[in-house]
């Protein structure tokens, strides 16, 4: 090896020596900074003498008393059937208002369960219309402000010119969809329940999802919880509770 050679790699070991020296420096300043502009509250949290059930303490969330007299009707320790646990969830809701009956699962795995249309869950986001002549005059105005379009066999004639209006935004009725009919009344209860796809949090197999209202009959509830169980698969969930908007968790008995 030459002697330049040597003297090139001396000087550049000792530059990257400098760098390393000054950033060391720059870092220990830093710190030194930080431990000058930290209160004391904050020094007593992230020192080792603080004890862990203490910090736990401070930072447990208070509930207020109608809160804890609403717990108190329900035995934490306990999985209700479902008839008793939707009663229990509606008498314990503290909201004024007409809360949301929310359902709240643990599951084997993460990620897309399925597709759920509960029967008793209506979805305002749908307009539903049944063809009738004024609906038919509306359409031959150029006013279509409806989602679906619901006929029956005998009225499904009058729709046919107005197919190319009608075909392209997926409106017109056909028997695959279930808006061709014999029975439109049906048909209408069944497309405005809400179709909702199940899945879990991206990073925990929990499923959050509301299944009705506190207004709701405890039947309608019932079905629609019981939807959601033979959605999920009973085999496939570790727990399941419900509770409403502003209320106590109820734990519910999932039969296998």
């Known amino acids: 090896m030459s002697k330049t050679t040597q003297e090139n790699k001396k000087k550049a070991l000792k530059e990257q020596q400098k760098v390393e020296e ?3 420096e720059t870092t220990q300043k830093a710190q030194e900074e930080v ?4 209160s004391p509250e904050t020094s007593t949290e992230v020192t080792n003498e603080t004890p862990i059930e203490e910090s736990k303490t401070r930072q447990a969330k208070v509930r207020s008393k109608r809160y804890q007299a609403a717990k108190s009707k329900i035995d934490v ?5 479902i008839n008793e646990a939707v009663e229990l969830a509606k008498a314990t809701s503290l909201s004024k208002f007409d809360a949301k009956i929310e359902a709240h699962v643990t599951i084997v795995d ?3 369960v ?4 509960f029967p008793h869950l209506e979805s305002a986001s749908k307009k539903i219309v049944v063809l009738n002549d004024t609906v038919l005059a509306e359409i031959k105005d150029g006013k279509v402000d409806f989602d679906i379009l619901i006929a029956t066999p005998v009225t499904m004639p009058k729709l046919l010119p107005f197919a190319r209006v ?9 028997p695959k969809s279930g808006t061709l009919t014999d029975d439109p009344e049906a048909a209408v209860k069944k497309l405005s329940a809400a179709k909702t796809v199940v899945r879990t949090e991206k990073k925990a197999p929990v499923v959050h999802i509301v299944v009705g209202k506190t207004s709701q009959a405890t039947e309608e509830l019932v079905a629609n919880i019981q939807e959601l169980i033979n959605t999920v698969k009973a085999n496939k969930i570790k ?3 419900i509770c409403a908007t502003m209320g106590p968790s109820v734990k519910i008995e999932v039969l296998k």
């Open 239 to 241: 727990k399941l509770a």
């Open 35 to 38: 431990i000058e502009n930290t």
């Open 166 to 174: 009608l075909g392209p935004k997926g409106l017109m009725p056909n």
């Open 110 to 112: 993460i990620g897309t």
């Open 22 to 24: 000054q950033v060391q």
């Open 114 to 117: 399925g597709e759920i249309a």
């Open 77 to 81: 320790s306990k999985y209700y059937p």
